[in-house]
C-alpha cells in the first residue's frame, strides 16, 4: 500500500472527524450519524495501517482520533456503587470459584510441603542445629518467648496494618510474577511454607506444638487460604502464557490479567479480615479453643461466600472479568 496515497485519500475525513468531535455534544442527528460513519472508517485506516505500512507519527496521530470517537459514540462511563456490588457479589467470587481447580491443588500440594519440612526438621535435630544455636532455639520456643510474644509485641492496630500490607503484597506478587510462565510464584509458595515448617518443627521438637497452632490457626486458615488462592490464579495465569486454549494468546491474557487485577483487590478485602484476626484476636487473652473458633467461622464464611455466590455467579456466565462494554473489540469492525 502506497502511505501516501492512502493518507491523500482518506485525510479529508480525518479532519471531519476532528471537526466533528471538537463540537462536543452539540450535533444534530444528521451529524452524530456522520461522526459514528467517520469513527467506523478511521479504525479500519488504522487497522490497514498498522498491518500493512505502519508510520509511528501516523498511527499515533490516528490512535488518540479512534480513541476520542469511541469514547464520543459510547459515552464515558463511571463506576458506581452498583459496580462495586457486583464485583464483591458476582465478579469477584465467581473468579475465585472458577480459579478452584488451581488453587486447591496448590493449598493440598503447599500444606504437604509444610508438613513435611516440619516432620524433618522435628525428628532430626542435626537439623535444628543447622537452623540456630541452641540457646536461641530455646528463646523461640520456651513459654513466653519470642514465637509466643511475636504477635503481642506491638500495638494491636499497628500490628495488623503492618500483617495485612505484607500479605496483600505478596498476593498481588503472586498474581503479576504469574505471567512469567508461574516460576516465581512456586518459590514464593515454597518460602512460605518453608518458614511455616520451621515453626511447626521447632515448637514441635520442644513439645510445644499445640502452642504454635494455637497461635496460627486463627488467622492462618483464612491468610493461607487467600495466599493459595493468589498462587493458583498466578500459575493458571502463567499457564495461559504457555496454552491460551482455543483464543488468540493475545486475548487471553488480557482476559486472565484482568480477572488477576480484580483477584488482587477482593484478596486484599479477605488479607484486611485475617490482618484484623491476627492483630486483635490471636495475641488476645481468649481461651485457644475460641481463638481457633472464630478463625474457623473466617474461613467458612469465605468458602461458603465462594461456592455459593461464587458459584451461583459462575454458572450463570459470570467469569470475574469486567463488563462486555469496558472490554476492548477483539473482531475487527467494518466500515
Known amino acids: 500500500m502506497d502511505l501516501d496515497v492512502f493518507v491523500a485519500a482518506h485525510q479529508a475525513e480525518w479532519a471531519r472527524l476532528e471537526q466533528l468531535l471538537g463540537r462536543g455534544r452539540k450535533l444534530t442527528g444528521a451529524e452524530a ?67 478452584r481447580r488451581w488453587w486447591i491443588p496448590t493449598a493440598l500440594i503447599s500444606t504437604a510441603v509444610g508438613v513435611l519440612i516440619g516432620w524433618w526438621i522435628a525428628t532430626h535435630p542435626e537439623v535444628q542445629g543447622a537452623i540456630a544455636a541452641p540457646d536461641h532455639l530455646k528463646e523461640l520456643t520456651k513459654p513466653g518467648g519470642q514465637y509466643e510474644t511475636y504477635y503481642s509485641s506491638h500495638p494491636a492496630a499497628s500490628f495488623a496494618a503492618q500483617v495485612w500490607t505484607n500479605n496483600a503484597q505478596a498476593a498481588a506478587v503472586c ?12 518459590w514464593i509458595l515454597f518460602l512460605n511454607m518453608a518458614n511455616l515448617g520451621v515453626g511447626i518443627g521447632l515448637m514441635a521438637s520442644a513439645g510445644r506444638l499445640d502452642v504454635f497452632l494455637g497461635l496460627i490457626l486463627p488467622h492462618g486458615l483464612l491468610e493461607l487460604t487467600a495466599v493459595f488462592v493468589a498462587a493458583g ?12 486454549g482455543p483464543r488468540t494468546r493475545r486475548t487471553a491474557l488480557a482476559e486472565q490479567g484482568r480477572a488477576a487485577l480484580g483477584m488482587a483487590i477482593g484478596l486484599a478485602v479477605v488479607l484486611f479480615v485475617s490482618g484484623l484476626i491476627e492483630g486483635f484476636v490471636t495475641p488476645s487473652g481468649l481461651p485457644t479453643w475460641a481463638r481457633i473458633t472464630i478463625g474457623v467461622a473466617a474461613e467458612a464464611v469465605f468458602l461458603v461466600y465462594v461456592y455459593v455466590l461464587g458459584g451461583r455467579a459462575s454458572r450463570a456466565g459470570e467469569v470475574g472479568d469486567v463488563e462486555a462494554a469496558d472490554r476492548t473489540a477483539t473482531q475487527p469492525v467494518a466500515a
Open 33 to 99: 450519524d456522520e461522526l459514528i460513519a467517520l469513527y467506523q472508517r478511521t479504525s479500519t485506516h488504522l487497522s490497514l495501517i498498522q498491518s500493512s505500512t505502519p508510520d509511528p507519527m501516523l498511527t499515533g496521530t490516528l490512535t488518540q482520533l479512534v480513541a476520542r470517537a469511541r469514547a464520543t459514540v459510547t459515552g464515558t462511563r463511571r463506576a458506581s456503587w452498583r459496580d462495586a456490588a457486583r464485583f464483591f457479589t458476582a465478579g469477584f467470587p465467581a473468579a475465585v470459584y472458577r480459579s
Open 175 to 186: 498474581l503479576v510474577l504469574g505471567a512469567f510462565l508461574g516460576l516465581p510464584v512456586l
Open 233 to 244: 490464579t498466578g500459575l493458571r495465569l502463567g499457564w495461559t502464557v504457555i496454552d491460551p
